[in-house]
């Protein structure tokens, strides 16, 4: 189970579960290669080599971009079997037969890595997979263990994963909105505006999603039983993004028409399905 914060709800934990076996590729032959990187007849020693997967060499590392097999291209290939793959990385041209690719688990990227690899806008279907990189990205956020810069760095690359698991998924705006406050509401309630952000825009934010007023929110809640399921739903979602907003008011200055309007949904908040 996630992390309970101050606003009630709870963040993803790191990373956990049953353990799979790791993937690993021996390389046949080297078909083509460039700087940018190659293709490869491999056979699969163990575990599944999906499309999207990162394979290290040394500390060096290669992407498996795409799957060839018998003229088709495939998203997986297992244990036992021959496939010709793309690979990208400039190693390429340096592979040998009979050399083992290993897939790199989720938990094994380096927050450098990440962090480099998030800059160039990869493929949503390239690993770490958004939702495993949002669980495993939250996990080292809330890491006591760790030095507030690098928790505030995976902060960064949380964020930038939920957005990609949004994306990945097609989810509906509020939803979107949900996730990312939790994350900015998280970093501001541990490390403070400034650092953790800005509490400011953690509620702007939000309340542009909000296509009613406290008041219309309200006037709908009394009655919510006899509402449309879709409205129902609509309102539920809005019920779930107000407690970050409540959770950064503190930070917002006395007097200012924001913090007006969060405490207004606030005292609506308690009323929605």
């Known amino acids: 189970m996630g992390a309970r914060t101050a606003a009630g709800g709870s963040l993803p934990a790191g990373e956990g579960g049953p353990g799979v076996a790791i993937a690993e590729l021996q390389v046949y032959s080297v078909e083509e290669a460039d700087v940018t990187g190659g293709v490869c007849v491999v056979r699969c020693l163990g575990g599944v080599a999906r499309a999207g997967q990162v394979y290290a060499v040394g500390e060096l590392r290669l992407g498996l971009r795409r799957i060839e097999r018998y003229g088709r291209t495939v998203a997986f290939f297992d244990a036992g079997q021959v496939a010709k793959v793309h690979l990208t990385g400039a190693l390429v041209a340096l592979l040998t037969r009979g050399q083992v690719l290993t897939a790199v688990p989720p938990g094994g990227h380096a927050l450098e890595d990440i962090e480099a690899w998030l800059a160039t806008d990869p493929p949503l279907l390239d690993e770490p997979r958004p939702l495993t990189l949002r669980t495993l990205a939250v996990g080292r956020m809330q890491g006591d263990w ?128």
């Open 146 to 273: 760790l030095p507030e810069g690098t928790r505030l760095r995976w902060g960064a690359v949380a964020l930038a994963a939920t957005h990609r698991k949004a994306e990945w998924e097609g989810s509906h705006p509020l939803d979107r909105a949900v996730e990312v406050a939790a994350v900015r509401g998280y970093l501001i309630d541990r490390f403070g505006p400034g650092r953790g952000g800005d509490p400011a825009e953690l509620c702007r934010d939000a309340l542009a999603l909000i296509d009613l007023t406290p008041a219309e929110a309200a006037a709908e809640a009394r009655t919510w039983r006899d509402l449309p399921r879709a409205r129902i739903q609509h309102l539920r979602r809005i019920k779930l993004l107000l407690p970050w907003t409540a959770l950064v008011r503190p930070h917002l200055a006395e007097g200012d028409p924001l913090a007006a309007a969060v405490d207004a949904w606030s005292q609506v908040r308690p009323q929605l399905p």
